[in-house]
C-alpha cells in the first residue's frame, strides 16, 4: 500500500526529486531538500488539487472567475456563468453543478453587484467531491478545527453555510463543513486570474512548508490548459538536509505584526530566525523613534516586555509599543486600500507624518515605500506624461531602498526583485533624458547605463518564468527598450 508520503511526493511533476518529507512532534511534518539547490534552481511543481472562487464573494463564473451579470444562466443549475462554453466545462458541470441544481435557488432574485454569501457553498461542494488521490491528500491536511471552533468570529463567519447545509438536508455534516474553511484559513493559496478576479487554491504538496519570516523559497501560481499549477524555487542557496520555508504572511511588516497576523489568520506562531533577531537580520525593520530623545534608536529588549533605546537607555513598556504600532498599520492598511485620487500625496504625507515615530527602515514605512513604487508613473498626476524629474528620482530612490532590503530578505533572483527592477529602469532612463536635455553628457550616460543593466537584469529575472506569465512576456516585449538603450549610448 502507498505510504502518506508517498501520496504527497506524486504531487510533484518536475521530475527533480529535489526534496523529501520529515516529521517532527514540533512541527509536524515538513520537506527538506535531498541534494544542495543553487539560487533560483526549480525544486518542484505542483498541480492544483482544487480551487473556488474567494469567500464572500460577488457573483462569478464558476469555471473562468470572470465578474458576470444575469445575462446568461447555466441551462442545467440557473448559476450565472459567464458563456454557455463555461457552463458546460468540466470544471463546472462536472464539480458542482448538479448539486447546486437540486438546490433550485432563485438566483434571478440575485444583484451581481453585492456579495452572495452562498458561493462559499462551492468551496464545500468541491473540496468534498474530491476522488480518490486528492481527497486522501485532503484528509491529512491540517485543519486545527478544534482552535477554530473555540473563535466565535470563526463559527459566525460561516454560520450561514452550516445553517444552509442543515437547512436544504444536504449530505454533509457541521463538522465536514466547517473542516473544509479551518483547512482553507490554514492551508490555502490565492492565484488572480486576468479578469482581476482572484480564487483559494489547494496545493497540498506546497502546504507542507513551514513557515518563516525569511523564507529560502519564491513561489508562483500559473494557469495551464487544465487548471493551476505552483512553482517553487530556490531564493537562495539550500543545501542538502536543509529544511525549506515558506513564508504565509507579508514580510514587510515588523515582527509585532506579522507575529499577531499569524496568530490571527493561521493559528500560528512563528519562532524564524528572523522574528528572534533583534536587529531584523540587520534591516532594523522593527526599530522605533524614541520618545524621549527622539531618536530612531528603540527596540524590543531580549525579554520582549519593554523596547529600550540604544542611545538614551530609557525603555518603553512593550504593550504601549504594540497599541502604537497597531494603529499606524491600521492607518497604513486604510491608505493602501483607498481608492487612486490623491493616493501618491496620501501615502508620502503618511511617510512624513509618521517618520517622528518611526524609523525610516521601520517595515511599515518599507510597506508604504513599496507600494508608492507601483503608483508613480502609473496614477492621475503622476501618469508618465506628467513625471518631472524629481518624482523619477523619488520614485529611483524608493526602488533602491526596497532592492536593499530585497537583497536581505530575497538575496537571489526574485520575482519580486525583478519587479522592482523593472519598475526603476525607465526613471533611470528618464533622468537621462533630462540630464542629456542639459547638455550634462557624461552624467546623463552613466543614468543610460545604469537604466540598461537594470533592464537586462530584470529580463533575466523574467526568462526563467514560465512561457505564460506575465514576467515571461515582458522579459520578450522588453528586448526592444533593451535595443533602444543600446541605441542611445551608442551615440554618447
Known sequence: MISESEVYLQQDVSGKNN?????????????????????????????????????????????????VSMDYLCQHCSWPMCSPAC???????????????SLKLKTTDWDCDEVQPVYDLVSVIRTLGLASDAAYLYTYMQDSLEEWKNHQDFMEKFRHITDFVKKNKMKYTEDEVLRVFAVSFTNDFTHTFSSGNQV?????????????????????????EASLKMTVKA?????????????????????????????????????????????????????????????AACNQSANETVWSCDKCKKTVPSSKVEQLLTWLVDKQT????????????????????????????????????????????????????????STWRRKIELCEEILNVLKVLEPGMTVRKGRILYEQYLPLAMVAQTLLERKKKAEAKKMYQKSLITLNLAIKIFKEEPSNSWE???????????????????QL
Open 200 to 224: 483559494r487554491c489547494m496545493f497540498p504538496l506546497t502546504a507542507l512548508l513551514n513557515q518563516s519570516c525569511f523564507p529560502n523559497i519564491s513561489r508562483t501560481t500559473v494557469e495551464t
Open 87 to 101: 457552463a458546460s466545462n468540466p470544471i463546472h458541470s462536472d464539480q458542482e453543478c448538479s448539486i447546486l441544481k
Open 472 to 490: 515571461y512576456q515582458q522579459s520578450v516585449s522588453s528586448q526592444q527598450n533593451v535595443n533602444q538603450l543600446q541605441s542611445v549610448l551608442s
Open 235 to 295: 531564493s537562495r542557496k539550500i543545501r542538502k538536509g536543509e529544511e525549506i520555508f515558506n513564508t504565509y504572511i507579508d514580510v514587510l511588516q515588523p515582527t509585532i505584526v506579522r507575529r499577531n497576523q499569524l496568530r490571527q489568520t493561521k493559528l500560528m506562531s512563528c519562532r524564524c530566525v528572523r522574528c528572534e533577531a533583534p536587529d531584523d537580520l540587520g534591516l532594523h525593520g522593527n526599530t522605533i523613534v524614541c520618545p524621549f530623545c527622539q531618536e
Open 19 to 67: 526534496i523529501e518529507i520529515r516529521k517532527s512532534d514540533e512541527c509536524g511534518r515538513y520537506l527538506v531538500a535531498t541534494k544542495d539547490i543553487a539560487a533560483g534552481q526549480l525544486i518542484f511543481e505542483e498541480p492544483c488539487v482544487s480551487w473556488a472562487p474567494m469567500l464572500q464573494t460577488k457573483p462569478v463564473c464558476l469555471t473562468c472567475v470572470a465578474s
Open 334 to 389: 486604510q491608505l493602501l486600500q483607498s481608492p487612486p485620487q490623491n493616493k501618491v500625496q496620501k501615502l508620502e504625507k503618511y511617510l512624513n507624518d509618521y517618520k517622528k515615530k518611526l524609523s525610516s527602515k521601520n517595515m511599515i514605512m518599507i510597506r508604504v515605500k513599496y507600494n508608492l513604487i507601483g503608483l508613480y508613473g502609473r496614477l492621475p498626476g503622476y501618469t508618465q506624461q506628467e513625471m518631472t524629474e
